[in-house]
Every structure is written in C-alpha cells, then in structure tokens.
C-alpha cells in the first residue's frame, strides 16, 4: 500500500504583498511549492494531491512542471486548514495507505523526517510532527501524555497552562488516508477562528479509542514563509545548508558566504569554487573543474577539468567538454564546446558546435540569429579561429581550417583552408594629419 502527499497550496499569502500565489515564491531558483514536492517525493508517493486555491491556475501550472503526476483540486472557499485537506477526497478515492498531510510554503521539511513519521505509524494511528520552539509566540501547542498527543490548541484558543508549553505543532500529519478524510469529515467550525481545524484531528480519533503521537524535529525545518521577510530568511536558511553541504562533499568554496547555490546544482569533488559564483537552475559540474570568480551558470554542463571565468555566462544548453576553457567576458549559449577547446576572452558563442582542441580568438561572434531564426555554426577540431572573427551562421568551419583576424565568414570554410574576408588595406598618405589640421581650425574659428 502506498502512501499518499496532501500538499496545501491554496494560502493567498496576504503578507506577501503579491499578486504572486504565495508557493510560487521562489527560494534558490524553485518555488517554495517545488522544495515541498521534493520533500514529499522520497517517500515514494503513489499518489499527490495539490490542494489549490489563490491563483489555482498559476499553482495548476507549476504543479505540472514540478510533478505532473499529481492532482491538482481547489479549495474555492479558505475555511481552514481541515476544509483544505477534505477537498482531497475525490482524489484518494480507493487509496489503501497512508497520507500525509504537507505545506506548500513549509520547504524546508527533511525526507528522514517524513519518513520517521511514516514509521510511527506502525504503533500510532495518528502522527503530527512537532518542535521545541525557542520563542513558541502564537504557534500550535501540542498537549501530550509521555508518548501520546493527547490534543493540538491553536494559540487563540489555548489557556495560560497551555500556552506556557514550548513543544509546538508543525502543521504535518500522517494517517490513513481513509481514516484521515473522515476525521476530518467530523470536523466543527465551533472555534476562534470559525475555520474547520486539521489540529482538531487527533483530539477526535482518541474519541475513538486511536492512539496519537508526535514525531519531533529541529525547529529549523518547520520555517514557513509568510511574508518578504521569511523568504529572504529561508533563502539564507538555504544557502547556508547547500554551502555546507557542498564543503562536506568535498567541493572547494574559497569564500562560501559569496557563492549563491540553486535548488537541483550538483558539483562533483575537487572542484574548486571561487568567490562571487552565482548557479542559476541545472547546472551540473563535474570533478575537478574549477569555475572562477564572479561567474554566473544556469542550465547548463561542465565536464572535468574545465576551467570557467573568470567573469564568464553559460546559458542554458552549454555543453563543456573535459579541459575545456571559457575564460574572461564570455558568453556560451545552447553551445557544445569540445574537449580540450578554448575560448579565452570577450567572445560569444551561441547555437554552436566548438570541436576538439579548436581555439576561439577573442572578440569572435557566432551570429546566429537572422530575426526570425535561429542558425547553427559548427566549427571542426583543431581549427583557429583567428580574433574578431564574425561566423554568420549558418555555417561550417572544417577540421585543421583557420580564419584571418577581423572576417567576416558567410561560406563554409573546407578542410585544413585559410578563409580571409576582409576588404584589402589601402594608405592614403599624409590624410590623416591633414584632416585633423582642418577639424582643429574649424573648432577654433568657431570659438572666436
């Protein structure tokens, strides 16, 4: 039997300030939404149900970007966190195991956590995930007797004795699917707040003779965002776990606090990274390669011992070979870059094929892009490509050719052939000097 995600997206997140639904919110590159169907994915779900609601069809949108094997449902009216989790029913009609309860704007959960939480349910009929909280404020208190929970109270609703209690209610339950919808079937409004309550869930099953327990976690993983402030506080939250995970990896930082990481970058061991790099979405780096200051990657693949920047861009479909250098100004696009090639400096390179140990002068262009379409160039192994070279694609550069500095190069170029085009150098003797006496006078006659 397996188990089930109920992701709650449907917050419109006033605090936000945005007419961004508050899950799309963004955090090293993905949506908040993204970083909890990654959570909720390594157990291996059977099915997902995304429980929609401001902005649905941009929430619809992302879903299938990020998981689209999972069901969307919206919750047209927000009457709470219960409410929310009943329009799920349609959707795990017949599901035999056990569901978990997650939030779209709660990133930071940890796979072994959820997975320890799937594995209380093995003694307890109800699981909720709950921290020690430094300062509790106005979370959820969980009320428990040694191991059981005996009830959740939301803060509006909570006595002194109660509030004055630290552990405190993350939002996440795990139950069977069936018994879970109708619990919540049950659920009364007779609160605060006027809303159905998810948290009024354990207190109705020990009505019913079922156990309940609480799973703990470090406070860090139940961060919500709910404002500007805590997404600029998740993103440092992130960045400082993906740096250290990276150093523990045995990726070189030369000064961590300046290198901005994504959501999927993956950098293989001996890698050095120097300072100022920023990742943008699927970068890949393989070992050994060294990616220099203030360069920026996205989308992206480089092979070992590639040396990157610095100051260099790769746009998403750089492809880099082993040995490969892009140095300084640089910027490669939808490009495969050949083992052992170089393109040194102030060059782009866009819809290309660069071969083997070819080099690239610097100021050469590949202009790939008539205003309709796109063109490729493709340039042989071993060629040279001589500086400030212009390759109008389409175009092919044959293996061993060269072209002169300063070319403009429209036809393809044969096999081990020298292509010069450019217009003939030709002296006029002396104009120089007397072009500029006449300048002069006329700006000094204008003066006077």
Do not use: F, M, R, Y
């Given at each position: 039997m397996g188990?089930?995600?109920i992701l709650l997206a449907a917050g419109k997140g006033t605090r936000m300030n945005s007419d961004l639904?508050?899950?799309l919110h963004e955090v090293a590159g993905a949506p908040l939404l993204a970083h909890a169907l990654r959570s909720g994915q390594a157990l291996d779900p059977e099915r997902i149900v995304v429980v929609a609601g401001h902005g649905s069809e941009s929430v619809r949108v992302s879903v299938e970007d990020w998981a689209p094997e999972a069901t969307v449902v919206v919750q047209e009216e927000q009457l709470g966190t219960g409410h929310a989790v009943a329009q799920a029913r349609d959707a795990l009609r017949g599901a035999e195991g056990d569901a978990v309860v997650l939030y779209g704007d709660t990133p930071f959960i940890r796979p072994e956590t959820l997975q320890a939480m799937a594995e209380a349910r093995a003694t307890h009929d109800i699981v909720v995930l709950g921290f020690e909280a430094r300062d509790p404020g106005r979370y959820g208190r969980l009320v428990t007797e040694g191991d059981d929970l005996i009830r959740i109270v939301e803060f509006k609703d909570a006595s002194e004795e109660e509030r004055a209690l630290n552990l405190?209610?993350?939002?996440?339950?795990?139950?069977?699917a069936d018994l879970l919808l109708e619990l919540v079937g049950e659920l009364s409004n007779e609160n605060a707040s006027g809303e159905y309550y998810l948290t009024d869930v354990p207190a109705l099953a020990r009505e019913r003779g079922l156990s309940a327990t609480v799973v703990r976690c470090d406070e860090a993983e139940t961060m919500g965002v709910n404002s500007r402030a805590d997404l600029a506080a998740a993103e440092v939250a992130y960045q400082d776990r993906a740096r250290q995970d990276a150093l523990e990896t045995g990726v070189t930082l030369t000064d961590p606090a300046t290198v901005h990481l994504a959501f999927d970058t993956v950098i293989g061991r001996d890698t050095v990274i120097e300072p100022n790099v920023v990742f943008g979405p699927g970068v890949t780096v393989e070992s050994g390669a060294r990616i220099r200051a203030f360069s920026h990657l996205e989308g992206c693949h480089v092979s070992r011992g590639a040396v990157i920047g610095p100051y260099a861009r790769l746009r998403p479909g750089a492809e880099l070979g082993e040995d490969v250098r892009?140095?300084?100004f640089v910027e490669v696009k939808n490009?495969?870059?050949?083992?052992?090639?170089?393109?040194?400096?102030?060059s782009y390179i866009g819809d290309a094929d660069i071969g083997r140990r070819s080099n690239i002068g610097a100021g050469s262009i590949t202009c790939n892009y008539d205003g309709v379409f796109k063109h490729r160039t493709r340039v042989g192994e071993g060629v040279f490509v001589g500086s400030n070279t212009m390759l109008v694609a389409p175009v092919t550069?044959?293996?061993?050719s060269m072209t002169a500095s300063g070319s403009v190069i429209t036809r393809d170029v044969a096999p081990g052939d020298l292509?010069?085009?450019r217009a003939r150098q030709d002296a006029k003797p002396g104009f120089a000097q007397r072009f500029f006496e006449r300048l002069r006078a006329k700006k000094?006659?204008?003066k006077g």
């Open positions: 188990t089930s995600l639904p508050k899950v405190c209610n993350s939002g996440l339950l795990c139950a069977k892009v140095g300084n490009a495969v870059i050949g083992e052992g090639a170089k393109v040194p400096h102030l550069l044959g293996d061993q292509a010069i085009a000094a006659s204008q």
